[in-house]
């Protein structure tokens, strides 16, 4: 009895999907600043003042004054080899890897990455919101009363279009379809106070955490590889991770 042959465009190869995620760790080598938990100071400003929901209507002149600095203060600010390197793997590997970060820092855009190749989970410094109609200006570095009174469409009032604590993040429906898809996960720089990181490590067998120290939040011992030195030091050796694990 002959078998049956079939063609071999019937067959599909599953495309080895990679998820990078990035926190204020790669960036802090670029010499913008973390985060600090353990004292509730973000660049000498409690985080309940100017990034929490409602500080628009109960502390809004201290809320935009804060991110029209911390606006400015990016302009000058450049990209370094880790940024460097995952926006290269990124256009080498279009198909196979997703760039998202919690930062809301321009430098990977600043490395070359275009802003369809990469999610920004909380906002993005450089824009303005309108409280009203939801429309997204890009302000650039400027302050955002430089930039606009109101909401040139429609007169509303023009926020950072910064996700605050307390708020919905939209771009996480992004996060959650790329957990769902993805084969390795790669954590670089976040503390997982904000996102599980180790509950994401669950979700594939491989896995790989780099941070500067080990964090309270995150039970490194479900990552596959876990490396405490900073980015620039040892993305060369998870890029290479990544490329032999796409390519074979």
């Not at 660049?43 to 309940?48: T, W």
């Not at 939801?134 to 009174?149: C, I, L, S």
């Not at 009032?157 to 910064?162: C, G, V, Y």
């Not at 030195?229 to 032999?244: G, H, R």
């Amino acid at each position: 009895m002959f078998g049956i042959i079939k063609n071999k465009s019937t067959y599909t190869t599953k495309v080895k999907r990679v998820l990078i995620l990035s926190g204020a760790g790669i960036s802090a080598e670029s010499g913008i600043s973390t985060f600090r938990e353990a004292d509730g100071l973000w660049e000498n400003h409690r985080i309940k003042d100017v990034c929490t929901a409602g500080c628009l209507d109960t502390n809004k002149d201290a809320t935009h004054a804060f991110y029209n600095a911390r606006r400015k203060d990016i302009a000058d600010k450049k990209p370094n080899y880790a940024h460097q390197l995952i926006v290269e793997l990124k256009q080498k590997y279009p198909e196979n890897i997703a760039v998202l970060t919690q930062n809301v820092d321009d430098l990977f855009e600043k490395a070359g990455m275009n802003s369809d190749e990469i999610v920004h989970l909380h906002g993005f410094l450089k824009e303005l919101t309108c409280r009203d109609c939801e429309e997204v200006f890009d302000a650039g570095y400027q302050a955002q009363d430089k930039f606009a009174k109101s909401c040139p469409t429609c007169s509303g009032e023009l926020r950072p279009n910064i996700v605050f604590f307390g708020e919905v993040a939209p771009m996480y429906a992004h996060l959650t379809k790329e957990l769902q898809e993805c084969d390795l996960v790669v954590v670089i720089g976040t503390s997982g106070n904000v996102l599980d990181v180790t509950y994401f490590a669950q979700f594939v067998k491989e896995s790989i955490l780099n941070n500067l120290e080990p964090s309270n939040a995150i039970d490194d011992s479900y990552f596959s590889k876990v490396y405490y030195a900073k980015a620039t030091e040892v993305i060369a050796e998870i890029a290479e991770y990544i490329e032999e694990f796409i390519e074979n």
